[in-house]
């Protein structure tokens, strides 16, 4: 019986061996597969933004851009004098950073606010407003640029946490009620002005909401794209 017992043996050594030796060799052909994707993926990338980079060269001081939202369209002027949050909005929205994303909370009579990268996609009844890109914005106080309807301004933490009131890297806000808002002058960056879209404002604004006045319905952001009139202006 030994021999047999001996054979039964090294026939399962050797079934053992082929078999770890396709695992290894799935597994390497995994890992090349991967690398060569994770590869495809950071040149599309690096295409990508050197095209955001080479049209955000080429925009106007003012550039506008028309934010097409699921209750109508909110066309926006950016400010010259607020480069920082002019460019870093007009980069955002070039790449299709906005794109998705919702006006997560809504104040009749004060404003509304979007911006917050969580919010795509985000189940009924989430907390949202702390999200971003990871990275602040110096803030640009401007005395001429005040909180009158339809201003953009970028949203912030509050000044505990911020002493310095540094704008949040996505997050801004559309005045609704100016006279509500004018307790915001010189304290939040403006840097923005509804050009067309009022309309829109107020009905984003009187929409249904919870306690965290995020809409009951969802107020989604579908994209936000250059006005290519603005290219042939001059300035």
Do not use: W
């Not at 109508?72 to 949050?85: D, V």
């Not at 794109?99 to 189940?123: C, E, T, W, Y």
């Amino acid at each position: 019986m030994k021999p047999f017992y001996l054979i039964f043996l090294c026939l399962a050594a050797a079934a053992l061996l082929v078999t770890g030796c396709k695992n290894r060799q799935k597994a390497a052909e995994e890992a090349e597969a991967a690398e060569a994707e994770a590869a495809e993926a950071a040149e599309a990338d690096s295409v990508k933004t050197a095209k955001v980079m080479d049209k955000l060269a080429q925009l106007p001081e003012e550039p506008v851009f028309d934010l097409v939202t699921s209750m109508g369209t909110i066309k926006i002027k950016l400010y010259a004098k607020t480069p920082k949050h002019r460019d870093n909005f007009a980069k955002l929205a070039l790449s299709g950073f906005y794109d998705g994303l919702l006006f997560h909370r809504v104040i009749n009579g004060f404003m509304i606010q979007g911006g917050d990268p969580d919010s795509k996609g985000a189940p009924a009844g989430q907390h949202l407003g702390a999200g971003g890109p990871g990275y602040t914005i110096p803030a640009e106080f401007i005395p001429e640029y005040t909180h009158i309807k339809g201003a953009v301004a970028a949203a912030r933490r509050g000044d505990a946490a911020n002493p310095l009131k540094e704008s949040s890297g996505s997050q801004f806000y559309i005045v609704q009620d100016p006279v509500a808002c004018a307790q915001l002058d010189g304290q939040y960056t403006v840097f923005g002005e509804t050009l067309e879209g009022l309309d829109v404002i107020d009905r984003i604004a009187r929409v249904e909401k919870d306690r965290a006045d995020r809409p009951l319905v969802d107020i989604v952001i579908k994209k936000v794209k250059l006005d290519e009139s603005c290219l042939t202006k001059t300035e």
